[in-house]
């Protein structure tokens, strides 16, 4: 289309071209003078008619009430002569609204065979031709079909990660059969740890004790190692180090052969302490024998999962549902009082942490007469790590839990925690301890069923003094988006979840943080085929 204006602004021609073809229209404008109001107006009729030509033309011999295609469809509600563009707009949005609305109150049959990705969809549809209706049942039933896929995937993915996480590496285990061979055939594995001049330090509360319990030998080395290299005193640090009977003989022999002095490292066996008698313990002994119990920590982790399940909550009780939840060094931590009689304040570690930074401020906190120094995690950054209340780790529909329990209350974090001893000898902490874990073993289950934190978060209230949450970051084990600065300051990372550091689970760009403390050329670590992880 051409517009021309005379020079004198007394005519407008107009032509267009249709197929080669053009057709020429005059405007003559009269001698006398003219506002330009109307001149204005016949240009813009001018420019329009032909459009509103052309659209009238198409839309009749579509049929407007007859139109199914979503190219008639776009044509009949898109903008119009005259119209509101927004107000089409919104009239398209509704349609199509209605239109999934509709095929979302459809029930899809079964048998039908959908696309199995966006691409078999687009060559189907355009191949089949849909109209609006039956283009929109057929996207409804293949997001359906794709989320079902996709769900199923995702639940076979923490299948998998569960067995990984309960399983022995080779490597692990390797270390553990040659550190016991050793222990039995070279009596400097066999030395005693520590030397008897040392002994006395054992129970010196001058001096700052540390306490791991744990059957992995090269976890506790990790443990150990990093706590002493990020001490600034180092000399003044005691460890103990608590181990089953079997684990023994092989995690002597490594402290023995490698010694993390100037600090002074214990090693002993849970059977050699006096106090761990079944009289003292007799909830934890009816704990492993009751047949309920161990059918849920040792029975089918997948009887009674749907495919429609939340893939994170079925992590969470697989994840609850490992066996080392009724292990005795699991426990232990509540019996520290008994166990070391002669000591004040002791720092328990969990051995699925790295400690980055010296801890023997720790010792400096008041805790204001409370027992135990955690760190809350219902407030922070991770919505997901530090969300914690008591409604994530009990049933609050069981009538003891409503009755005695706040579901808003804030939890706290086991795995690095200053204990005060002294103020623990004079509460109820262990029988309370012992009290819900028999009712929950009588309740076949149904107070809670993850771990050993539960029953600790009700023995322990009102007697937990919150830290500062740099002293503890929690999360590295199944917080695959843990934000990296965070991890470089906090004092101590733990890796708590199914993807543990040592494991090929493990989340590569968090295990660097736990590998540099593995002396990868030892001997029996390069042996054992041990290797460092490749980025």
């Known amino acids: 289309m051409q517009i021309r204006l005379s020079p004198s602004m007394r005519s407008i021609t107009i032509s267009t071209s249709n197929n080669g073809f053009f057709d020429l229209m005059k405007v003559k404008v009269s001698a006398r003078h003219i506002s330009y109001r109307i001149f204005h107006i016949v240009l813009i009729l001018a420019l329009l008619l032909p459009f509103v030509f052309i659209l009238t033309a198409v839309i009749t011999l579509e049929g407007v009430n007859n139109c199914s295609s979503f190219v008639c469809l776009g044509r009949r509600l898109g903008p119009r002569f005259l119209g509101s563009g927004d107000d089409d707009s919104m009239r398209l949005m509704r349609d199509l609204y209605e239109l ?34 039956t283009f929109a049942i057929m996207l ?14 995702r639940l076979s993915e923490q299948l998998h990660k569960h067995f990984a996480a309960i399983s022995i590496p080779k490597g692990l285990h390797c270390l553990s059969l040659r550190l016991t061979d050793e222990y039995s055939t070279n009596a400097l594995a066999r030395k005693q740890l520590p030397s008897r001049e040392d002994l006395p330090l054992l129970f010196d509360n001058s001096y700052y004790h ?96 749907q495919a429609s399940d939340n ?28 166990l070391f009689p002669e000591l ?11 400690v980055q930074r010296d801890l023997i401020p720790l ?43 706040d579901p808003d209350e804030c ?76 991890v470089r300051n906090s004092a101590v990372i733990h890796y708590n979840g199914q993807c543990k550091p040592w494991l090929d689970i493990g989340y590569r760009h968090l ?5 540099k403390h593995v002396n990868y050329s030892n001997e029996f670590i390069r042996n054992c085929h041990i290797l460092q992880p490749v980025d």
């Open 344 to 354: 004040n304040k002791v720092v328990f570690l969990d051995d699925d942490v790295v």
């Open 140 to 153: 409804k039933g293949t997001m359906e079909n794709m989320d079902r896929e996709v769900k199923k995937s």
């Open 511 to 515: 295990q660097p943080f736990w590998t």
């Open 210 to 305: 540390f306490i791991v319990a744990t059957d992995n030998i090269l976890a506790a080395s990790v443990v150990v190692g990093s706590t002493v290299r990020s001490s600034l005193n180092p000399q003044m640090i005691v460890f103990h180090v608590i181990t089953d009977k079997k684990t023994y003989p092989g995690m002597h022999s490594w402290f023995a052969l490698n010694p993390v002095s100037p600090a002074i490292v214990e090693v002993k066996s849970v059977n050699q302490f006096e106090w761990l008698t079944k009289e003292n313990v007799p909830v934890l002994q009816a704990i492993e024998s009751h047949h309920g119990v161990r059918n849920h920590y040792h029975g089918n982790p997948v009887s009674g999962i």
């Open 311 to 338: 893939p994170r909550v079925f992590a969470s009780n697989l994840q609850a549902r490992s066996p080392k939840y009724i292990s005795l060094l699991n426990h232990l931590r509540i019996y520290l009082p008994e």
């Open 100 to 133: 999934i609305d509709q095929a979302n109150a459809v029930e899809i049959p079964s048998g039908i065979k959908f696309p199995e990705s966006f691409s078999e969809f687009l060559s189907e549809m355009k191949h089949n031709h849909y109209d609006a209706k």
């Open 411 to 486: 939890a706290w974090a086991y795995g690095m925690n200053i204990f005060d001893l002294n103020s623990w000898r004079k509460t109820q902490i262990r029988e309370t301890y012992h009290h819900w874990l028999k009712e929950n073993v009588n309740s076949n289950l149904t107070i809670w069923k993850l771990g050993t934190l539960p029953p600790a978060l009700i023995a322990f209230r009102g007697h937990v003094h919150p830290i500062d949450s740099s002293w503890h970051m929690l999360g590295l084990g199944y917080q695959e988006k843990t934000n990296l600065n965070k």
């Open 363 to 405: 010792w400096d906190i008041d805790l204001f007469g409370k027992v135990n120094g955690a760190v809350e995690t219902c407030k922070g950054d991770d919505g997901w790590v530090m969300s914690k209340r008591f409604r994530t780790y009990f049933n609050f529909s069981h009538p003891l839990v409503s009755k005695n329990l």
